[in-house]
């Protein structure tokens, strides 16, 4: 499965928000499941961010949510995510 959160940072605040993007995807990749992750910034409005990582299965994705490295730098940072479903389930392998 992917999970897709996509971010709104003002532009005065992308260098700070790119590395703490960082912190989380290094979270993240801890994470028994985690299979790769990757950071974006929209080339036609610069403002929109994007954190795109992909699991195992869906109950990898959910348990690290619950890890406590993970609690600490990325779901701070994952609130901040528009509001809006970012769950894919993937229809074939790699």
């Known amino acids: 499965m992917l999970a897709i ?3 709104n940072v003002a532009l005065g605040n ?5 590395a703490e993007l960082s912190v989380a995807l ?7 499941g985690f299979v790769k992750g990757e950071i974006g910034q929209n080339l036609d409005e610069s ?6 990582t992909h699991w195992e299965n ?7 949510l619950s890890n406590n490295n993970v609690k600490m730098n ?3 940072l994952l609130a901040q995510a528009i509001d809006e479903p970012g769950a894919y389930e993937k229809p074939y392998s790699e």
């Open 5 to 7: 959160a996509r971010f």
């Open 14 to 18: 992308a260098a700070h928000f790119e």
């Open 26 to 32: 290094e979270a993240l990749s801890q994470c028994a």
């Open 47 to 52: 403002s929109l961010w994007t954190l795109v």
């Open 58 to 64: 869906v109950g990898s994705y959910r348990r690290a």
């Open 74 to 76: 990325a779901i701070p």
